[in-house]
Nanobody, 118 residues
Framework: QVLLVESGGGLVQPGGSLRLSCAVS????????VAWYRQAPGKQRELVAR???????LYADSVKGRFTISRDNAKNTVDLQMNSLKPEDTAVYYC????????????WGQGTQVTVSS
């Protein structure tokens, strides 16, 4: 059963924009926070942005002012708008949601590749 499905990744030039979307199929999805993480080759997975059930947001310092996380509880989707992309934003981006367990939410999506390159 696939509970989180990401879409919207791809190849973009530096300075460009992409919009990622996460479809959340968890029961009572609106009661959970949702986060986006990313993992670049050879690096640990890192938190990019998180949004609470009330809409409170949190961003990594590296993306503040460039990325915006938003949620649509009616559609059970969480989007990540990424502007002014840099090569260092290249990574696999993962959606994360569900009950809070050991420092992250319980469930993960399969990931979507974002490549920023000229």
């Amino acid at each position: 059963q696939v509970l989180l499905v990401e879409s919207g990744g791809g190849l973009v030039q530096p300075g460009g924009s992409l919009r990622l979307s996460c479809a959340v199929s968890l029961p009572f999805a609106s009661i959970y926070g949702v986060a986006w993480y990313r993992q670049a080759p050879g690096k640990q997975r890192e938190l990019v942005a998180r949004i609470s059930t009330a809409g409170t947001t949190l961003y990594a310092d590296s993306v503040k002012g460039r990325f915006t996380i938003s949620r649509d509880n009616a559609k059970n989707t969480v989007d990540l708008q990424m502007n002014s992309l840099k090569p260092e934003d290249t990574a696999v981006y993962y959606c994360n949601s569900g009950p809070w367990v050991g420092g992250t939410f319980q469930y993960w999506g399969q990931g979507t590749q974002v490549t920023v390159s000229s």
